[in-house]
C-alpha cells in the first residue's frame, strides 16, 4: 500500500514556475514507476508525465514538453515537478501517482493522492 501527498501547488502568475512536490509513505517506493495528472474542471483526467522508478526514464506529454521536468529522489521517497513558463491553460488539479508496473496504462494507475491546484492567472 502506498499513500501520496502531494503539495506546492497555488497562484501563480503567467510565465512564472512552480515545483509540485509528492511524498509517499508505504513501502518500496523505489520500485514504482510515478506519475503526474491533471484534471481540467468537467474533464477527464489527463497525463502530463511519468518517471521510471530507477529515474532513468521520463515521459512527457507533448503539451508540457520542454517546460516541465519530473525527478524522483528515492531516499526521500519523494517525486517532484517542476514547472516553468506555466500559462494559464496549465490551470488544474494535479495529481500524483504510483504503479508497480513498469510501463502502466495511461488511464489506470494503482494509487493517487488527493491532488493539488495549480491557478496561473493572466
Known amino acids: 500500500q502506498v499513500q501520496l501527498v502531494e503539495s506546492g501547488g497555488g497562484l501563480v502568475q503567467a510565465g512564472g514556475s512552480l515545483r509540485l512536490s509528492c511524498a509517499a509513505s508505504?513501502?518500496?517506493?523505489?520500485?514504482?514507476?510515478m506519475g503526474w495528472f491533471r484534471q481540467p474542471p468537467g474533464k477527464e483526467r489527463e497525463f502530463v508525465a511519468a518517471i521510471s522508478s530507477s529515474g532513468g526514464s521520463k515521459y512527457y506529454t507533448g503539451s508540457v514538453k520542454g517546460r516541465v521536468t519530473i525527478s524522483r529522489d528515492n531516499a526521500k521517497k519523494t517525486v517532484y515537478l517542476q514547472m516553468a513558463s506555466l500559462k494559464p491553460e496549465d490551470t488544474d488539479v494535479y495529481y500524483c501517482?504510483?504503479?508497480?508496473?513498469?510501463?502502466?496504462?495511461?488511464?489506470?494507475?494503482?494509487?493517487w493522492g488527493q491532488g493539488t491546484q495549480v491557478t496561473v492567472s493572466s
Open positions: 501517482a504510483a504503479d508497480g508496473r513498469p510501463e502502466p496504462p495511461l488511464s489506470v494507475w494503482e494509487y
Open positions: 508505504g513501502r518500496a517506493f523505489s520500485s514504482y514507476t
